[in-house]
């Protein structure tokens, strides 16, 4: 089984900042990208932030979020984040982080999904 575990949301002020991680566990033979979404009620799941994990780190933003988003990896440890500030109302939704993985060495890459996290932007 692969798992993603979510951890950072909560509630914030406008202009605030929060961090979330996210850190894939299980049997996982390599991961070739990985990334955030958001869903705020009564929208579509949306894109926030996409990075390629190996090679060149390469990163797409939502226009929404850029200038206010970053997200960035830490291989040793096998985390991925996303830096939020400057934040705003319309920030606020659940947010699920997104692997693109193989379990094997010969194996198809997979999407994953982790559980969600609130975000809340109020004031």
């Known amino acids: 089984q692969v798992q993603l575990v979510e951890s950072g949301g909560g509630l914030v002020q406008p202009g605030g900042s929060l961090r979330l991680s996210c850190v894939p566990s299980g049997s996982i033979f390599s991961v070739n990208a990985m990334g955030w979404y958001r869903q705020a009620p009564g929208k579509q799941r949306e894109l926030v932030a996409i990075i390629i994990v190996g090679g060149s780190g390469s990163t797409v933003y939502a226009d929404s979020v850029k200038g206010r988003f970053t997200i960035s990896r830490d291989n040793a440890k096998n985390t991925v984040y996303l830096q939020m500030n400057s934040l705003e109302p319309e920030d606020t939704a659940v947010y699920y982080c997104?692997?693109?993985?193989?379990?094997?060495?010969?194996?198809?890459?997979?999407?994953?999904w982790g559980q969600g996290t609130q975000v809340t932007v109020s004031s």
């Open positions: 997104n692997a693109l993985l193989r379990r094997t060495a010969g194996g198809v890459a997979t999407s994953y």
